[in-house]
């Protein structure tokens, strides 16, 4: 074989290892080997490199790898939540506080009418029902001190 | 449980399944990062940050791309920024010409006893940054050529090219190991 045709075995070799070559790409490959022992020992060769890389690499962190990665997130998780805006953060307590003062409302409404006796908005909400001629009927001191 | 099933679990909250996840996946971003940088303490720190990074992107991980090869992109993306971060901070603080090559073992003085796997990582970690790249996900990782492509963005006749200059470096510098296979 001549320099260029070593040359081109040489590149069809390495190319083989991988890319799967065209079929006369192949045989023209296969007729090489068969042919010279150097392009064997070639062969031979990065194949025992490609093994050895292959085989020599390391594939875990240290112990606990796992643990470590869970504590580094929570605790980006807390400092993301104490770092919030303001405006953020009054959203995200809103979301959470507005459903118990919606049922503690709802609760208070409720007892508020059964105190009552009637159903009324002021009842519901606890004011004092004063007709306006209980107002003008009173001494005005003591309309003042009830105010 | 699936890895899609995970991702959607941990999508929801649920930390036992990310953890899965990180167990499950630990190898493969380790082969990466430490094919790429060595077994030094910057490894694990840029692993944590893949698994973070993953974890903050959970949303937008839509399954276009299994798990596996998703984890490896952003270990890939982790360890090419840490080589580059190194090599910005040996420019500023030494005057020294960069040698990123002065603290690994030479392959040519292999010890008689112990694993190869340090004289290994040190022939790797040797070579220039997009030369180890195709390596560590050819070789190491066992992608096929076109998933080392679609990893790293460039053509497959740019991996194939670029894989067949490594061998060759690579040929030269392990030649006192791999007679012994």
Redesign the interface.
């Known amino acids: 074989m001549d320099s260029r045709m070593d040359e081109r075995m040489h590149?069809l070799l390495?190319?083989s290892l991988?890319?799967e070559l065209a079929p006369a790409e192949q045989s023209e490959l296969e007729s090489a080997l068969a042919a010279s022992p150097e392009l064997r020992r070639e062969r031979d060769?990065?194949l025992?490199?490609?093994?050895?890389?292959?085989a020599?690499?390391?594939?875990?962190?240290?112990p606990l790898?796992?643990?470590?990665?869970?504590n580094?997130?929570?605790s980006?998780r807390r400092e993301q939540a104490v770092g919030m805006p303001f405006f953020e953060l009054l959203q995200y307590m809103f979301r959470r506080v507005a459903i118990v003062a919606a049922m503690v409302v709802a609760i208070l409404l409720v007892y508020n009418l059964n105190q009552g006796g009637s159903v009324s908005i002021a009842s519901a909400f606890g004011a004092k029902e004063t007709s306006i001629e209980e107002v003008l009927a009173a001494p005005v001191e003591e309309t003042l001190e009830e105010l | 449980m699936t890895d899609q099933e995970l991702v959607a679990a941990a999508r929801d909250g649920d930390?036992d399944a990310?953890?899965e996840l990180?167990?499950r996946y630990?190898?493969v971003v380790?082969?990466t990062i430490?094919?790429m940088l060595g077994?030094c303490p910057e490894?694990?720190d840029a692993?944590?940050e893949t698994?973070?990074s993953f974890?903050r992107g959970l949303k937008d991980f839509r399954g276009e791309s299994t798990v596996k090869t998703y984890l490896t992109r952003i270990a890939m993306n982790h360890a090419i920024n840490e080589i580059r971060r190194k090599k910005r901070k040996n420019k500023v603080f030494s005057s020294a010409p960069l040698d990123e090559s002065r603290d690994i073992p030479d392959p040519r003085s292999k010890r008689p006893e112990g694993?190869?796997?340090e004289?290994?990582?040190g022939a790797?970690a040797r070579l220039d940054e997009e030369f180890r790249s195709v390596?560590v996900l050819?070789?190491?990782d066992?992608y096929s050529?076109s998933e080392t492509a679609e990893i790293l963005g460039i053509p497959?006749g740019t991996?194939?090219s670029r894989?067949?200059r490594a061998?060759q470096k690579?040929?030269r510098m392990?030649k006192p190991?791999?007679?012994e296979?």
């Open positions: 590149e390495i190319k991988d890319w060769e990065l025992s490199i490609r093994e050895l890389i292959g020599g690499s390391a594939r875990r962190f240290g790898f796992a643990e470590r990665v869970m580094t997130i929570r980006a | 930390d990310f953890k990180v167990v630990e190898p380790a082969a430490i094919g077994d490894a694990e692993g944590q698994f973070i974890y694993p190869d796997i004289l290994i990582q790797i390596i050819r070789l190491i066992g050529t497959v991996v194939l894989l067949s061998q690579l040929r392990l190991l791999y007679g296979i």
